[in-house]
């Protein structure tokens, strides 16, 4: 039976003790992406089992792949790309968007027609970013409502190569590009301003694609076929983000996070908490399949507010709403700036975040692309909506450590989309002082 409400409370409580957060959720589904497409069979080890990666471990059963899932391992055994077959049911995405684009992507140079459709918040976000690019290198790819909303009919089809603007710095545009470039004739080439996440470069490359990466632009040449291989999956540094700041913003506090992927990528969030005054170590560093690994070891100390913007933007997009958070107990105005895609993630993180915040009692305003907020403001306990984003939920669960009476968060249960296994690990490291 599905939460819908869960009440939690640890004022009084520091943030102590060591963890090991779960799997990344980028990385988990670009490795049964190409354990997938490539010939033979992939093993994965750290694999988050959160409901988006399931979701991309469905569509690939359903196109003929053989995956087995045993707890946070997965065994794939793939007849490759060419030889999958035509799923007669839609492919169902759920709420990640991740698994929708780069599905397109992928399914657009393949032998299968399929059908895309995801839940509400999935069908209501823009798919154009990456129909439109996908479309000029040739993808059939039809839209029943006109609207380029999911759900999209895909009928793989021989694609040529493009050189490609993106102009938005999205990971997933760029990475439906450059599966579809993969057996596009030609070379293919994102071009992005600002870098995004670059774990399909790293991936590709790692299972032996053609892919080469200079100054903003990647590119890839139709080559040789993949071959399976073994992955091994670091934590998840958005997940280990909700810790860092428990941690950073609640007194008397020190905590040990154990393999945190620290794909520079991704580390915005460290960059911005030391600069508000957190203290960060990093330590035991080492590389997994081209992904820089690390220890984490945060300390509370005072806080101060920043402006946060421009490039650092795309390496810390998700880890927005904690860091609102966080602002909360800074000294000082923090602005949040040049995050308008915030609007268009799992919900409006713009709205939810300011709203969320503001009925316990933070001094916050949105913007068109960002928040400003005011701090420091003692926060009280409530009720606060995690709008179906797992991402609102945890920010809310967090706040329980530092809020004057309890918490109670609407709909939980999207907290399985990224870290199922959140409120144990919450009660796990929050230690009565
Ligand atoms: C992701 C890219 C980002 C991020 C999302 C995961 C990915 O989205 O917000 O949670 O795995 O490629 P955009 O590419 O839309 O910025």
Same mark, same amino acid.
């Given at each position: 039976m599905m939460k819908h409400l869960q009440t939690i409370h640890f004022k009084n409580n520091t943030v102590q003790g060591e963890l090991k957060v779960p799997g990344d959720k980028s990385i988990s589904h670009r490795a049964v992406m190409l354990g997938s497409i490539a010939e033979g069979k992939t093993t994965i080890t750290g694999f988050l089992n959160g409901e988006d990666c399931l979701r991309t471990i469905e569509n690939f059963k359903q196109l003929g792949v053989n995956i087995?899932?045993?707890? /946070?391992?997965?065994?794939?055994?793939?007849?490759?790309?060419?030889?999958?077959?035509?799923p007669s049911e839609e492919l169902y995405a759920g709420n990640s968007g991740t698994t929708a684009r780069l599905m397109l992507g992928i399914l657009a140079?393949? /032998?299968?027609?399929?059908? $895309?459709?995801?839940?509400?918040? +999935?069908?209501?976000?823009?798919?154009?970013?990456?129909?439109?690019?996908?479309?000029?290198?040739?993808?059939?790819?039809?839209?029943?409502?006109?609207?380029?909303?999911?759900?999209?009919?895909?009928?793989?089809?021989? *694609?040529?190569a493009i050189d490609y603007e993106n102009p938005v710095a999205s990971a997933q545009v760029k990475s439906a590009i450059l599966f579809a470039g993969l057996q596009a004739e030609g070379t293919t080439s994102v071009q992005e301003e600002t870098v995004s996440r670059d774990h399909t470069e790293q991936m590709l490359r790692y299972f032996g694609a053609d892919v080469r990466v200079s100054n903003g632009t990647a590119s890839i040449r139709k080559g040789p076929k993949l071959q399976g291989q073994t992955v091994h999956v670091p934590g998840d540094i958005s997940s280990a983000a909700f810790?860092? =700041? !428990?941690?950073?913003?609640?007194?008397?506090?020190?905590?040990?996070?154990?393999? =945190?992927?620290?794909?520079p990528t991704r580390t915005g969030i460290i960059d911005v908490v030391k600069a508000m005054g957190v203290g960060v170590t990093i330590s035991n560093e080492s590389n997994e399949n081209g992904e820089p690994v690390g220890t984490l070891v945060i300390h509370h100390q005072p806080l101060q507010g920043i402006e946060i913007g421009g490039d650092l933007i795309p390496r810390l997009i998700d880890e +927005?709403?904690?860091?609102? *958070? +966080?602002?909360?107990?800074?000294?000082?105005?923090? $602005?949040?700036?040049? !995050?308008?895609?915030?609007? =268009?993630?799992?919900?409006?993180? $713009?709205?939810?975040?300011?709203?969320?915040?503001?009925?316990?009692? !933070? /001094?916050?305003?949105?913007?068109?692309?960002?928040?400003?907020?005011?701090?420091p403001t003692p926060l009280k306990g409530g009720t606060m909506d995690s709008y179906g984003d797992h991402r609102l939920g945890m920010m809310a669960g967090i706040a329980s450590l530092i809020a004057s009476e309890p918490i109670t968060i609407q709909n939980p249960a999207c907290i399985d989309i990224s870290y199922p296994s959140f409120f144990e690990d919450l009660e796990s490291v929050a230690q009565k002082s």
């Open positions: 087995d899932n045993k707890g /946070n391992t997965v065994e794939i055994h793939s007849p490759g790309v060419q030889n999958w077959t035509t140079s393949s /032998n299968v027609e399929a059908v $895309i459709s995801g839940d509400e918040s +999935l069908s209501s976000r823009p798919m154009d970013r990456v129909t439109n690019p996908l479309r000029e290198m040739g993808a059939s790819i039809h839209s029943e409502s006109g609207t380029d909303l999911l759900p999209l009919k895909i009928t793989g089809t021989s *694609l040529k810790f860092i =700041v !428990a941690a950073g913003m609640t007194p008397g506090s020190s905590l040990t996070l154990t393999n =945190v992927g620290l794909n +927005l709403p904690i860091i609102a *958070l +966080l602002a909360t107990q800074a000294e000082g105005t923090t $602005i949040i700036k040049d !995050a308008a895609e915030l609007r =268009v993630k799992e919900t409006d993180r $713009i709205a939810a975040v300011t709203n969320e915040l503001t009925k316990i009692g !933070a /001094n916050i305003e949105a913007t068109p692309d960002g928040m400003i907020i005011h701090g």
